[in-house]
């Protein structure tokens, strides 16, 4: 009942409606940010006919999207394409009625069009339409004799030195149908305002594109293909892929190989009276991802979650930092307590060609692998102990009948001796060989579950001392080629007998792990419901205290966000394992910033210590420091940050410190200290952030819920603001 | 092998003759474990007994912390490789020198307390609160408050014991998380009653009830602790299936969930028990075959309630015995030699019942340092105290020892260095061979001023013989 959902106010309605308008524009150069967008419009002013061109089109087809309540991801991609075909033909067509029934035949042509390729693309291969429907649209609408440009535009008519700058800059001008320098300025300032990588990309995209084209047909008119070449660049180098060395150089070959497509079409199109528009760009961007999709390495393709380079530099990072390589197959430890790599991934013994992606596990102490003589099987630590399921799936195929070796011998007859397949999720199948015999408790065709006890370590097969093989292989064919993969949620002995808490990890031979434990308190002290609302009071530098507050919010794609009343959010997963944040966008709030950095990666395990590298930019520099930054780190900057974490008996609370290290240059680290306070009932409930003398605090003082329909809201107080200070301030033991 | 033979030869020597005999040339096993009359102790993790004794005195404990800390981690491990969550105690009534408890509390063992003083030494020795568990039958006001404040552990004996941990409770405002301590017969072990609820008589459901109504306390965990020297695995297995199955049924009926399942001590040492037949050897288990008679049930056991989406229970255990007892040598010397009426030979040695003991219920393995000429005979082995009880041994073949000969005992390490006596004797040096080869004492040989340091006289008891005063004034 509190929070009404009353209809937004006409004004605001107007400022949305306005928002998505320039958003749309934006998306051509593939950013939403208003601001972008308002530069790009601004550029198709250039040409007040193809501007104007541009609008009815939109407004037709958004009059078509809405009538016919298209998805949402076609009207997005509808609005684009109806642009350009709307920006070309008020460019080349004379004002004229029929002229404008044209207009709305092909922008109609343009939607319908969008609507029939998205799913199909998407299906065969994830592949994006980028602006092909409108280029499909354009050569069946384009009148069989087009309108030359206007020549003289809005723009005042400034003598560009011909060369390379100038076409380049007439080139972007033409993504809007405004080849005009002025106008490629101002595009080329909405793409650096949107993101410089991108920007650096459509300038050396271009550049490739102009070599291939001086080298293979000199001459030729530059602008009109030009774009093709920045956009290619710019859709395989940072949209579609996270940022990189071997991105890059498919991001240039793209935009080279756009060249000579825009050549060809150029001599096939002509004699029909048709241009090649976009298809260059369009076909040059779907022959590399299609191809890169088979790449193993090299490019890490984002095609169902396009975003800004910077934003996948940074999510590659954290996904670095805490998931290890992609593409892994997730596994938990298939064993309880520490146990010890006997042979890694490409082992000297027998991990190598087909099966080099196999772990092996035994357990040493003082450097033996068994107690007493070692004459007999039951004197090797390891033999007779429960054998786990790494994962969830269905069991393909047991064998359990093969005898143990005696300690020092192999059976290479049989050589994964006893052994268990599971069909994982994704497909792959995970094997754990080697078991004892008349110890396997599952049958083929059972579903197990992660954690499972499902056989025990034994001695069968290729295996001279009981040890436990894992790996995942490809089919369910015994022995069929591995595939890498790591194990998660991990407890790894350090230099010094310390544990150090790893989200995955691939342990390598002689490195001793043991999977962590989920401690009940902190999973249900770090939950976050959908719809909770955290009431926060913050201060800066001990001056007065005001509030702040936050609540849980689920995405449509069912994300879960943790986003402050300022707009700023961050997403989070809640795994029972870890709690993780990521992604945070909106506008600038320092205190949902010090929050993700004082618990942005918590493990809700046994654990004490562990690392994270969240994004600098939620580090609270000084403005200096974050020109410095954004000079000097394009793809943005990242944090060195250890956490620590021990539980206060006297304050009844764990706290959870951490070191944030930000290399500003070799040799300059700045550093944030970061101490989280929480407590089993409430939560995080006081957080302090400390660099250089400058404090920032944050302190809960209610939690609440969000009203349901036939749930009404509530909201409590948890804590008096005394009661947090005594928290603070006891100076208690460290436990 | 060589070894034997040489010393075979010098029987020959006419130096020293010795009237002929002849003996056997066994030592296999027999129905009564190996022959052992001819082993010997000579080092201790490779120092030498003799130069211990030449540098600390006689008798000595000797304590090696190498076989300490291996014993703790491989009932550590034991258990850690066959359940997810597992917290290793450590018994302090079984030896709470501070050099033992502090080795295991670095092995990530906690503490495991029965009284108030206990719980103070733990505390002492850094032992934060909430690494503490406090059983006993005998926790006063003062020490429940103590242990309530500083997140120990706390096992609830008696209702009596509840109603006053529940007053404390709510004067600290808090809501103690607390267990239960439940007896109930097994199958296999005698079941140790006086401690806590009985399960057959429905006082245990009925307490884990009492508890689930109150605001200021809230049931987190079950223990049990079956006896002490527990030989047969079959019974552990037997309390984990009882444990459990009580545990459902009070998370049923009280909507608790409980966090921890205690399963007590009790595993037995490589000691040999008096009046039992097989020999340790045989008999006593290891810690993996505990283990897996432990985790096994406890699997079965917590199956459903996993199913049900609970995370499985934390397993508590409290292992004294088991980790301390041969990693602690005794080592005395001959004192005097006689002959029995019976015919026997009688040794007395310079160390009895009042520091070992446990002699009343093992026949504890005994060595001599150097292996003595001459046939092994049956011999008493008796302490220095003038009591009849203080025997060492009953009865030991050993051939005839001479005065100042060195005996290893072993193992001793569980509950003599608590229950020893200060008798007649002054109780000697403890020292500790390191795992770096160093030597250190870590419990120094009482004198006079450690025994009448607590004593005072009265004034008017000032003097034994006033009378003799005056006369000499």
Redo the contacts between chains.
Sequence with gaps: MQTSELSPSFPARLAEQLRDFLSGYGAVVFTVRPAVGALCFAATWAFPSAALGGMIAIAISALLSRSFVLPEEIRRAAFVNALLTGLALGAFQPVSWPGLVGLGLAAATTVWLTAALVPLFWRNGELPVLSLPFTLALWLWLPALPASLPAIGMLPRTEFAPGMMADFLTSLGWIFFSPHPWAGIMVFAALALASRWLAWLAASGFAAGYIVLALWAPGVEVPPLGFNFALAAMAVGGIYAAPGMGTFLLALFAAALAAPIGLTLSYWLRPIGLFPLSAPFVAATLIVLAGARMAARGINLSLAQPALPEQHAEAMRLEAARLGPRGCVPLSAPFLGEWQVYQGFDGEHTHRGPWRYGLDFFIVEDGRSFSGEGRALADYHAFGLPVLAPAAGEVMAVRDGIADNAPGEVNTRENWGNYILIRLPGGACALLAHLRQGSVTVAQGVWVKAGEVVAACGNSGRSPQPHLHLHVQDGRALGSPTRPFQLVNLLLREQGGVTDWRPAYLPAQGERVAPAHPEPALVQALALPAGRRLYFETRANGGPWSEWEAEVKITLAGQTRLTATSGASAAFVHTGAMLAFFDRSGPADPWLDLLLLAVGLTPMTNTRHWRDAPPARLFPARPAMRGWLWLTRPLGAFLDSTYRRTWHETSAAWRQSAIHLLASAPGWQTRLETIAVIMPEAGLVHATAKTGGRLWEIRLVAIGQSADEGIPAWKNAILSPNNIEKLINHTGENT | MNKSKSKLYSLTDPKHWIAPTIRLHGGGLNKFGAARHHLTTEKIDGVPVAELVSRFGSPLFVISEKRLR?NA??LK?AF??????VINAWSYKTNYLGAVCNTLHQEGYWAEVVSAFEYEKARLLGV????IIFNGPCKLRAALRQAA???ARIHLDSLDELYLLEEVARELGKIVPVAMRLNFDTGYTDPWSRFGFNLETGQALDCARRIGASSHLRLAGLHTHLGTFVTDTRAYAAAVRILTAFMDTVEEQTGT?I?YLDLGGGFASKNAMQGVYLPPEQLVPSA?QYA?AV?DAL?AGTREREARGL?RPTLILETGRAVVDDAVSLVASVVANKRLPDGRRGTVLDAGVNLMFTAFWYNHDVRPVRRPDGIAEETVLYGPMCMNIDVMRQSIQIPPLSVGDLLVFNPVGAYNNTQWLQFIEYRPNVAMVLENGKVEVVRVREDLAVVIGQERLPPSLSLPFPEERDANV
């Design positions: 291996e981690r491989r491990r850690a490789t066959r359940w997810p969550q934060p609160g909430n690494r404040e500083e997140g969930v966090e993996e897996e985790c699997m995370t």
